[in-house]
């Protein structure tokens, strides 16, 4: 019952019937070079293709992968297990609310770094467990483990994302209220259901 009722605030969680469109999303979509012809993309947990579609439109080279074949193009991989990918495979690693339900998020971050070629990236979202609205639902018997999907692992704050990526440290998040929806690199942690980062590779 009260869940129901959350759903109904105008907050912009980042699922459900919004799960496609959150802003989380679409700031992680603009950093993405939109000219992919001749590029590498990887969609890690392709679910249904919805993203692997708009990397295709881009013009890049998708594989998708997910432990489910609910898309045709869908490759059964679990990313728990080691990636039978070559290094410097990817321009970019499309990675949208999956580092949460990994058994080692710093362990597949660390193969993604091995599967981008030099000046590839690798891009992020995923729910952020310190959200203002989860800190009071926390207070009422509700923490996150039980309001997030059951089979999330991983709750992360801003400390956490910092630690999976040391050397790239700006993390960018969204005010989600009504239709006022924007970007922000600052109190990310106290106001921004989800985080967005990105993983550069130089070399």
Not at 163 to 190: A, C, D, Q, S, T
């Amino acid at each position: 019952m009260l869940l129901n009722l959350i759903k109904k605030i105008p907050i912009d969680f980042g699922q459900g019937s919004v799960r496609y469109t959150t802003k989380g999303k679409l700031i992680a979509l603009d950093f993405i070079l939109k000219d992919g012809f001749g590029k590498n993309a990887l969609d890690v947990g392709c679910r249904s293709g919805h993203f692997s579609k708009i990397l295709e439109e881009m013009g890049y080279n998708v594989t998708s992968i997910d432990i489910e074949k609910n898309y045709e193009k869908c490759q059964l991989v679990d990313a728990n297990k080691p990636l039978l990918y070559k290094n410097s495979s990817f321009d970019l690693i499309w990675c949208s609310e999956i580092i949460e339900h990994l058994d080692s998020p710093q362990r597949v971050l660390g193969e993604f770094k091995r599967m981008l070629k030099p000046e590839g990236k690798a891009v992020f979202t995923t729910p952020n467990s310190q959200f203002w609205l989860f800190r009071i639902l926390k207070l009422f018997g509700l923490p996150p483990q039980k309001i997030q999907r059951k089979d999330h692992i991983h709750f992360f704050g801003i400390k956490d994302i910092l630690i999976l990526h040391p050397y790239e440290n700006i993390v960018y998040g969204f005010f989600p209220y009504f239709i006022l929806k924007f970007r922000i690199k600052k109190m990310v942690n106290l106001l921004s259901p989800t985080f967005v980062f990105i993983i550069k590779k130089y070399v």
